[in-house]
């Protein structure tokens, strides 16, 4: 049984940042891809970033400049940096492990709040 653990969300001004964290218990973690999607009231949960096994990222072209994903898979952790948050930005972001396809991942975290003032 693999469980994503959270951490790092919270309430900022615009211009602020924040780095989010997410610590995955089990095996497997350096063989499987990991992403980051986010949920706002009312929208579809959407595609923020997603990280390969050999460390090579794809992002969402609204955060593309501002967010960088990492991972370090002697920790079993992926991060998500993000740097000069809007207000568009506030979202529940979730991790994910383990990509299956279309958008479905084998484990999700629980989800963290992120929440930006203007």
């Known amino acids: 049984q693999v469980q994503l653990v959270e951490s790092g969300g919270g309430l900022v001004q615009a211009g602020e940042s924040l780095r989010l964290s997410c610590a995955a218990s089990g095996s497997g973690f350096s063989d499987s891809s990991m992403g980051w999607y986010r949920q706002a009231p009312g929208k579809q949960r959407e595609m923020v970033a997603r990280?390969?096994?050999?460390?090579?990222?794809v992002y969402a072209d609204s955060v593309k400049g501002r967010f960088t994903i990492s991972r370090d898979n002697a920790k079993k952790t992926v991060y998500l940096q993000m740097n000069s948050l809007k207000p568009e930005d506030t979202a529940v972001y979730y991790c994910?492990?383990?990509?299956?396809?279309?958008?479905?991942?084998?484990?999700w975290g629980q989800g963290t709040q992120v929440t930006v003032s203007s």
């Open positions: 994910a492990l383990g990509y299956i396809l279309n958008g479905n991942w084998r484990y």
């Open positions: 990280i390969f096994r050999n460390g090579g990222a």
